[in-house]
């Protein structure tokens, strides 16, 4: 961050130079005044190389960012990120697939195939409901303690000691412990006894199921909770099979059948459907878009840095510049890079990407689709490796922006200056001070001494006008 230098215009300043000049009649304020004016010049000049240099500063960061969004976008284009991802389709409507990024650290990676899934059943959490209560509020006994016993074998105990044992109370206890696994809510179903209590596991399947509810301390809950009591209707899990192999989840989301893929089970028809798991072209032709776009506004970037109007003969703030000409330069190398490990795609052009006259690049959709869904690997290969326009790309780039690169080294050229140059206005303004402060002190002196000559004056004339008058 710099400070913008900034040029007084006239002195301080104080009761007494106010009015300065008053004794003697002289114009001593004014006088002082343009003498600070004319020894700030060298000021106003100090603040035209910082304007130029703030500039020069701001153009070079402007084309710091740009090759920095396209070094980012060439490294998206690598087989871990954009060209690697898979996509899965699916024939049915019965379950919807998800490929989990290809980047996730410590998942398995998905692989590309086809699968026949048949979706048999889906699961579905259990539900019991109470018998009715007159009242929401009434106590169903005293206290107890009650114990659910779910499918898994796994016991959970709620202590209602103490506690409110009403149909509000209970579902209220129940909701608030969320170790217990269970959710419960309050139905009215207009009866004259029309409160129950509604409990549900908080999953699906078997294994989360109630399977036993006992209390302990209060008969009267014990009835009223026992499962013979209650309506239920039963926990079930989703059946399904993948290439004829029989699958049992607790969930309609499966993610632990086919790595790297998510299924979501909607609808259990029961009959076969395709999923075909695939790269993504579609994420692959948005990244090699996003690097043509990033590629063109650094080229529109520099194209304005460096414009000249022939007109009025002005250039813009890098015109001329010989390391933004340089960068411009090996832009090229991009557009003519040949891959070395790959046959069928070696070029941007032969993927669709080609150069226009003013020196952006443009893209053919057509022609890029069909080698992404030809050869997607070979489209990657172009990219991919030590030897692919990725990497080359990000060489290039870090020739200029590291920290020894040609751009970073006139930046950090350019910040000197800026340093520089304000250490110099410091300086000088304090010298311009020192010297105007010398000034005001003799020109008070002056001042007082030509009132008091004045004041000498003007009493030798009376003195000198009376002895005319009295030796006439």
Do not use: H
């Not at 004319?38 to 500063?57: D, M, P, R, Y």
């Amino acid at each position: 961050m710099t400070t913008a230098l900034t040029t007084p215009t006239s002195i301080g300043t104080s009761g007494s130079i106010s009015f300065l000049g008053s004794g003697s009649g002289l114009p001593l304020s004014s006088l002082l005044n343009q003498l600070r004016t004319n020894a700030s010049q060298g000021l106003v000049l100090l603040q035209s190389q910082e304007s130029s240099v703030q500039s020069t500063i701001s153009a070079y960061g402007q084309l710091q960012s740009a090759l920095g969004a396209l070094s980012t976008a060439a490294q998206a284009l690598s087989p871990t990120q954009a060209l690697g991802q898979l996509a899965a389709s699916v024939t049915g409507s019965d379950f919807t697939a998800t490929v989990q990024s290809q980047t996730n650290p410590g998942q398995p990676p998905a692989v590309a195939g086809t699968y026949s899934v048949q979706v048999n059943a889906l699961a579905r959490a259990q539900t019991l409901v109470s018998t009715g209560q007159a009242s929401s509020t009434a106590q169903i006994g005293s206290g107890g303690v009650i114990t659910f016993t779910l499918g898994n074998g796994q016991t959970e105990t709620l202590d209602m000691t103490g506690g409110d044992t009403s149909v509000q109370g209970l579902m209220q206890a129940i909701n608030s412990n969320s170790s217990l696994g269970l959710q419960a809510t309050m139905l009215n179903d207009g009866s004259a006894t029309p409160y129950r209590l509604m409990i549900s596991p908080t999953q699906s399947g078997t294994q989360a199921a109630v399977t036993n509810i006992s209390v302990s301390g209060n008969s009267t809950l014990g009835s009223f909770l026992s499962l013979g009591s209650m309506t239920q209707q039963a926990a079930s899990d989703a059946q399904l099979s993948v290439n004829g192999v029989a699958v049992t989840s607790a969930s309609n989301t499966v993610s632990s059948v086919i790595p790297g893929v998510t299924l979501t089970l909607g609808a259990a028809s029961g009959t076969t459907q395709t999923m075909t798991i695939s790269q993504d072209t579609n994420a692959a032709s948005t990244a090699i878009n996003a690097f043509v776009s990033a590629y063109n506004t650094l080229q529109t970037t520099i194209s304005s840095l460096t414009a000249f109007n022939s007109t009025t003969e002005q250039g813009s703030v890098l015109t001329g510049d010989s390391v933004t000409r340089n960068v411009q330069t090996s832009l090229s190398g991009i557009m003519n890079f040949s891959s070395i490990d790959e046959s069928a795609f070696p070029t941007l052009g032969s993927i669709g990407i080609l150069s226009n006259t003013d020196g952006t690049i443009s893209v053919n959709q057509s022609q890029l689709t069909a080698a992404l869904q030809a050869n997607p690997q070979a489209v990657s290969q172009l990219f991919d490796g030590p030897n692919g326009l990725s990497n080359f790309t990000t060489n290039l780039i870090n020739n200029f922006t590291d920290t020894n690169g040609s751009l970073s080294t006139v930046v950090s050229g350019a910040n000197a200056r800026l340093a520089s140059l304000q250490q110099q206005y410091t300086n000088q303004s304090s010298l311009i001070d020192a010297q105007m402060a010398t000034l005001q002190n003799q020109f008070v002196q002056l001042d007082a001494l030509v009132a008091t000559m004045n004041n000498t004056s003007s009493y030798l004339t009376q003195q000198f006008a009376a002895l005319s008058k009295s030796g006439g």
